[in-house]
């Protein structure tokens, strides 16, 4: 627990917690917060501010599918110089109280705006701080382990105003678990359940995935119909850490989200890729999971596939910027936007696309367009009725 001669964890006094998520998905991951209960204080670039009690919480921890990192406030402060940084992160936190001397942390640090104008420099201020707290105490300090740590901190600085926020979602939120293998260019986990939520299929009807490379929007597919929680597979030890981490309920939460899980009927999630190896990578992927035996797996050209009726086309098509050249992308976008045509009647596709300008390239009238953000890359994702 933090000394409460100390600072109080802000998170105990307001149930305010922050949430972090990529680029274009503050708006789709605010309704997901409010289908689970949260209430939006405020939303940022990358970020929602929102509260919460202890129940909802656990809640958006152990279900949330958009949401990239929960961040529960320790302290802040105004900040403006190193000196003060240090000396605040080492005397206002009871550090060895909030973790063991045997656990290993990590730090993640944003600066802008700014005197202190580095963020690797300020995570490194703070991270001498931690140790020489614990060397006060013990005359030895826990271990920093950027890679697999037991806890994660969090820390931003914006216009010389400093937050220090334990990362209770340990770690990133979209390694789900279940991805043992990647391809060239593997789609984040976050943004295919983003896909599959404006898309806003449930199952009603058959899900292709024409290009499924390594088969995460299948994964997600499947977690979304049969309700398997975003963490099912997740080891969280950052909620542990919370000064009032409750065990009880976040048992129950847990066993009231897995309750709910069904089983995938067959012929419901397709997948197919031109690579046997990113085929391969799908299906050691998918094994992870429970009922993915009944997603079919097929490795040919797309052009050979003949979807159901009224099937719901989804997937993330290749681009240059990682696969092959602009010449091929364009003739491959052509090929695709006329199989649709062909092959897919009274259908649904719903594409995320290099740019705009790729998405021209399927010479389809879209429905709706919107920029979602893959990686750094701004893609379209598009919606398109095949008649």
């Known amino acids: 627990m ?101 656990e290993s942390f990590a730090i993640e640090a944003n600066v802008s705006d700014s005197k202190i104008k580095h963020s690797l420099y300020a995570s490194q201020i703070l991270k001498d701080a931690i140790c020489d707290a614990f060397r006060t105490k013990y005359d030895k300090r826990p271990d920093f382990d950027a890679q697999r740590p037991d806890l994660s901190f969090n820390l931003w600085i914006f216009k010389d105003m400093a937050t220090i926020a334990l990362d209770i979602g340990g770690g990133s939120m979209h390694k789900r678990g279940y991805r043992s293998q990647g391809n060239l260019a593997p789609l984040q986990e976050t943004l295919a359940a983003a896909m599959l939520r404006l898309s806003a299929w449930k199952g009603e009807t058959a899900l292709i995935d024409p290009m499924c490379g390594s088969g995460t929007l299948l994964a997600e597919a499947l977690m979304l119909y049969s309700n398997i929680p975003a963490s099912y597979l997740r080891e ?119 740019s705009d300008h790729l998405c021209s390239e399927l010479r389809l009238r879209h429905r709706w367009k919107k920029t979602l953000k893959n990686a750094d890359i701004e893609s379209c994702f598009a919606m398109f009725i095949i008649k």
């Open 2 to 102: 933090i000394d409460t001669e100390k600072a109080m964890a802000e998170y105990l006094a307001h149930n305010k917690f922050f949430a972090q998520v990529s680029g274009s998905l503050e708006k789709v991951a605010s309704s997901e917060l409010e289908e689970l209960g949260a209430k939006i204080i405020r939303e940022v670039p990358r970020g929602l501010y929102f509260t919460c009690d202890k129940a909802v919480l656990y809640r958006v921890l152990y279900e949330s599918r958009i949401i990239q990192r929960v961040l529960a406030p320790l302290f802040s402060f105004a900040c403006h110089s190193e000196k003060y940084l240090y000396q605040q992160a080492f005397s206002k936190i009871s550090w060895t109280e909030l973790f063991r001397l045997d």
């Open 236 to 354: 969280n030890k950052g909620i542990l850490h919370m000064p009032d981490f409750d065990g009880t309920l976040w048992q129950a939460t847990q066993t009231a989200a897995n309750d709910k899980i069904r089983p995938l009927p067959t012929d419901l999630i397709y997948g197919n890729d031109i690579s046997a190896t990113a085929i391969d990578a799908a299906r050691s992927n998918l094994a992870h999971l429970p009922f993915s035996s009944s997603i079919t797996l097929s490795n040919r050209d797309f052009v050979q596939l003949s979807p159901p009726p009224s099937s719901i086309l989804l997937s993330n098509l290749p681009y240059g910027k990682r696969i092959g050249s602009d010449s091929d992308i364009a003739i491959l976008y052509n090929s695709f936007g006329k199989w649709l045509r062909s092959h897919c009647s009274a259908s649904t596709a719903y594409i995320l696309c290099g």
